[in-house]
């Protein structure tokens, strides 16, 4: 079985990212699991591809196996894109998913609701063992309420409503949020492109 190592130590996102590729018979280890250590890895990327690269990249370096690396965020379009790489930071330090979603909804108090668009993104990288590397973006759009709604999920999800539904990311269970979710929709990207990768190696 291939080993890949997660450049995170979150088991939510090891557990969705090994059933949406359980077709290749990937093992996913989180980097912790693999022997990483503590050394943080800096991120400071300004884009997410960057910043995914750079977690990617650090593990594959120091382990030597296969490593995959995500990154993600909100944009919000009247914000010129921010929180976007800063999203877990946006209120400064320590880090807290409620002064986060006060200060977004101080910052667009006087926003109209046509003017709350926003979007989230993932950004995938999966560097192979031999170094070749693969990457997907998935995105999902949505609109910034006025309140907090729902009690589900984590960071933005009680602001980020999804018109279509009428409900709030924090207001579906995690399957309802996977099967539209910017990481779920970049898994599927990526899923598509291993496939054609192992395809295009089959044929050499
Ligand atoms: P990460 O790169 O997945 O750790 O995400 C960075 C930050 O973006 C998180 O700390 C959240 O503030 C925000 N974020 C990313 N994905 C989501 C999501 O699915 N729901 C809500 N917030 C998210």
Redesign the pocket.
Known sequence: MKKIVLA?G?RH?LEEIQTMLKDFGFELVTMKDAGYGDEDIIEDGDT?EA?SMIKALAVHKKLGFASLA?????MVDVLGGA?GVY??R?AGEP?S?EN?NRLLLEKLAEIPDERRTAR?V?VLTLIMENGDVLTARGEVEGIIGHAPKGVN?????PL?FVPHLNKT?AELTSDE?NAL???GNALVALKEKIGQYYEALSRQ
């Open positions: 995170s979150n996102k997410f910043n995500d990154d993600s965020g909100l929180p999203s877990a946006f880090k998913d986060n989230f993932t999920g984590f960071g933005y999800d980020f990311f949020k979710s910017h990481r």
